[in-house]
């Protein structure tokens, strides 16, 4: 930083906007911003131990993983890149892990990384179609039947099989599939 | 080493289950393999994790202990976990993608083979125990012992060309087989053939010969 950068430095460090979670990331990457991590806290951390007792976790161990997730946002801030995943999506993808580690106790194979790698600077513009996607999918995702949305639910977060579904639920598993298959294809004729 | 020319790709069921983390290990390293040398599968998987990250918003929340926070603060300041991150760039200019090197512990010259019969050969990879994952080794123009499936059987080819009934899968395609298919896959003659394949139930062969060896073989 030089002397110029004096006044932007501390805009930088000015409020940010309560749902801007991409620029509490930042805080957290820079400036080691505990007032920012806070406020992410709050409003994941209660998420991700929900999603991880869904997932079959007893509440002492998702309340153990969820910190665990939260802890590892802020050792791995620098590796968030905005215009790849929303912090939602990325908190889920270290949730989703944390849970095949203590709760499934298996690897997780990863695919190679990309040949470009995570850019130095996000594309702006690249960042902003990518929120407003998330926007359009969350609200398609709001709107599905309740019946095609909770079978989404429980394939993400029930941790069962399609049959264990079928098992389970009593519906047969052709039946299962189809809805599966009419909900994915509704999000994304609303994601066109 | 990308394959453009994939015509056999995953099942939205397969990357969905992947990206929600609840596929065996064995199948995990099939879909990270494929996903590796595909980009249409690799767009599709980030869509499914977007679709994990929007459930994570909308799933309800659940009441942390008192003093979360600050235990978390606390654990954070005595420094970044011992588990190491995977962050070397990965990029394998091999015949296996990365995530199969790590588990064969280098590329082809590194597996350890052992033959099965009809010169066909296979490698047993580590993975936990709810499904098995194996590499096969298939000479140009023969046989996999005719079978049946009782579960789902995925087979993704790295090397070579298989022909079965209907189709020909060559590196970088995906076959999903399941308890419907009965298939005779057969190498292409062009060059020997090497697959990567999972199944989560004992393969069903109809000769007597590859049923008796069975337990042996470990399918
Ligand atoms: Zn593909
Ligand atoms: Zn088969």
Known sequence: MNGTAGSEELSRKGPIRSDDWAAHVSRIRDDKDQAAFAELFRHFAPRVKAFLMKSGADAALAEECAQEVMATLWHKAHMFDPARATVATWIFTIARNRKIDALRKQNRPEPEDLPWGPAAEPDQEDVLTLQQETQALGQALAELPPKQRELIERAYFGDLSHSEIAAETGLPLGTIKSRIRLALERLRHEMK | ?219
């Open chain 2, 1 to 219: 080493m990308k394959t453009p020319q994939i015509k056999h790709h995953l099942t939205d069921e397969l990357l969905m289950a992947y990206s929600a983390g609840s596929l065996p290990e064995a199948f995990s390293l099939v879909v990270a393999t494929h996903v590796s040398l595909c980009d249409e599968c690799r767009a599709r998987l980030g869509s499914f994790d977007t679709l994990g990250g929007a459930m994570l918003e909308e799933c309800g929340s659940a009441e942390l202990d008192a003093g979360a926070l600050d235990a978390t603060m606390a654990r954070i300041l005595e420094g970044a976990p011992q588990v190491a991150p995977k962050e070397k760039p990965r990029k394998s200019r091999g015949v296996f993608p990365g995530p199969l090197q790590d588990y064969v512990g280098g590329d082809v010259e590194a597996v350890k083979w052992k033959p099965v019969g009809m010169g066909v050969r296979q490698a047993i990879l580590p993975t936990s125990h709810d499904a098995s994952v194996r590499l096969l080794y298939i000479p140009a123009g023969c046989a996999v012992p005719d079978h049946g499936h009782r579960g789902t059987e995925l087979t993704l080819v790295l090397q070579g060309a298989f022909m079965d009934e209907d189709d020909r899968f060559a590196r970088g395609d995906v076959e999903v087989a399941d308890e419907d298919l009965e298939h005779t896959p057969i190498a292409d003659i062009g060059e020997d053939c090497i697959c990567l394949a999972a199944t989560d139930a004992p393969l069903r062969f109809r000769g007597i010969v590859p049923r008796l060896a069975q337990p042996f073989l470990k399918i």
